[in-house]
């Protein structure tokens, strides 16, 4: 009986004790870009600045989205403009340099960011589209879990990253595209959707 009392005490002590990690994983959380970028090209998924190749089929829980508008100069990143909560992004027009809105030139980028973690490793990963099938996309996904969450509020999305073509279904041909199919609850209470085929 003592010594479960003293292991009871020792779980209790170290669960406590201030260790430091919970401020450094804080300290990422300021970050645009948490964990490894992830690339959608050749209708294949990549991983970091190596570009190593994401196993088709891989699963990870969407933690949050970011919308936000992003301006370039010379390939660098120099500004952003972040959505507050509850309200729409800026239009363009408002922004700076209005004269090259709509144009190949334009510094401005509408840009979703999708932090996601493996459900195993805990690794985590920012996935990154200006495009405007990319921007659709996670606005499918965002209005699966908005939908699922009435029914289900603690559900937790899964997408799931498949090595998948994209056949546009007008006649207009397209070399990538973006697609959303949403799947069942799991037992565990999540929502697994697929997100395929995502232009960045």
């Not at 190593?52 to 829980?61: C, F, M, Q």
């Not at 932090?115 to 996309?137: N, W």
Request: hydrophobic share 35%.
């Amino acid at each position: 009986m003592g010594q479960m009392k003293d292991l009871a005490l020792r779980d209790t002590a170290l669960a406590t004790l201030d260790d430091g990690w919970n401020d450094a994983a804080a300290e990422d959380e300021h970050r645009l870009i948490r964990g490894t970028l992830l690339k959608f090209r050749d209708f294949r998924w990549y991983a970091g600045k190596q570009g190593t190749l994401v196993e088709d089929g891989t699963r990870l829980i969407a933690l949050a989205t970011l919308a936000l508008w992003q301006r370039w100069e010379d390939g660098e990143f120099v500004e952003k403009i972040i959505r507050e909560p509850g309200k729409f992004l800026p239009a363009r027009e408002s922004l700076s340099y209005p004269e090259k809105a709509k144009s190949d030139r334009d510094p401005w980028q509408n840009t979703r960011l999708v932090y996601l973690l493996h459900p195993v490793s805990a690794a985590e990963y920012t996935f990154s589209t200006y495009s405007g099938g990319g921007r659709s996309a996670v606005s499918a996904l965002a209005g699966a879990i908005k939908r699922m969450r009435r029914g289900q509020p603690n559900a937790v999305p899964v997408v799931e990253l498949p090595a998948t073509r994209w056949i546009p279904s007008t006649a207009r041909s397209r070399s990538r595209g973006s697609r959303l199919s949403s799947g069942r609850l799991t037992p565990s209470g999540r929502r697994r959707c697929r997100l395929a085929s995502i232009p960045s």
